[in-house]
């Protein structure tokens, strides 16, 4: 299954293939930056900078989903066996961000489960998927 998960060849096979027209941004820079990134990314269209406006986050849901935070060990083989991938996105945020660091959840290797404003909710035992029945 964690072949399915890997992209660091065909991430950086865009990169080759779009060059300076290819415009990648980490989810990060939405979170932290949202009012500099849309300005980045109004720049790389070739539009005027957008008027002064609020972030909003939606479609986000916080606290846990699964019970995956709470297996400190098997995180940490994930972040292992995906060091490749690690590796590419920062390649590829630093070779075109124009501006916008490295976000620097991504140079720690730090996932959702490292933001406790996140993970603020329900436990996975509290708080399990409805099932799904059909009638």
Not at 56 to 70: A, S, V
């Amino acid at each position: 299954m964690l072949t399915y998960a890997r992209f660091s060849f065909h991430l950086l096979s865009l990169q080759a293939l779009m060059g300076h027209r290819l415009r990648v941004i980490h989810q990060a820079h939405m979170r932290h930056l949202p009012t500099d990134t849309f300005a980045n990314v109004a720049r790389f269209l070739g539009a005027r900078r957008l008027p002064d406006f609020k972030v909003e986050r939606h479609n986000h849901q916080k606290g846990y989903r699964t019970d995956l935070c709470e297996n400190k060990s098997l995180v940490t083989d994930l972040q292992n066996l995906l060091v490749d991938e690690y590796r590419a996105m920062e390649l590829l945020l630093a070779s075109n961000a124009d501006g916008l660091p490295l976000p620097e959840e991504l140079l720690l290797r730090q996932t959702r489960c490292d933001r406790p404003e996140e993970m603020q909710g329900a436990s996975p035992e509290m708080r399990r998927a409805p099932l799904l029945v059909a009638e």
